[in-house]
Structures are given as C-alpha cells and as structure tokens.
C-alpha cells in the first residue's frame, strides 16, 4: 500500500537550494517514502511519535507520517549541519 506524499513550501524551498548534484538523490529518496515511509536507516526523532529522519549522503530529510490518513509530509531538507537548528 502507497503513502501519499506532501511537501511544505519550505521544504520545497529548501530542496531548491541543495546542489544541483545532490537534488535527483534526495528527490528519489523521497519518493521512496511512499512505497516505505520507514525505510532502513530511518531514526525516529525524540520530541514528536510521528517524526522521523533520513540521511542522504550530506543531506537529511526531516518527516512525519499519518498511518491512519495514508499520508508522509516532508518537512525539512537541508544539509546535515544546519537541518536541527531553529
């Protein structure tokens, strides 16, 4: 069963902004979330059930998913040095 994937304007802005090199690895990684939305190497974050992460290469991919709703937003990517901070 498929996950409907969503991104945040922000995390769509953010995928913008990530060398051109870096852009189609992270764009096929999340659009693996919808096939599994907690595929191996995926952490859940510590503050929220929900949240999980994924690490591609320099890169992380902040997430939630909605199992009753079928559903994975994507709301953070960025480099892994600034992906935590406020």
Do not use: F
């Not at 969503?6 to 769509?12: G, K, L, V």
């Not at 510590?46 to 992380?60: C, Q």
């Amino acid at each position: 069963m498929t996950y409907r994937l969503r991104i945040t304007d922000t995390a769509e802005k953010q995928w913008r902004q990530i060398a051109r090199s870096a852009q189609e690895r992270v764009r096929s990684r999340i659009l693996a979330l919808a096939d599994e939305p907690r595929p191996k190497g995926c952490v859940k974050l510590r503050g929220d059930p929900k949240t999980y992460r994924i690490r591609i290469g320099d890169y992380r991919v902040i997430y939630d998913v909605d199992d009753e709703n079928r559903t994975v937003t994507i709301l953070k990517v960025k480099h892994r040095k600034d992906v935590y901070r406020s």
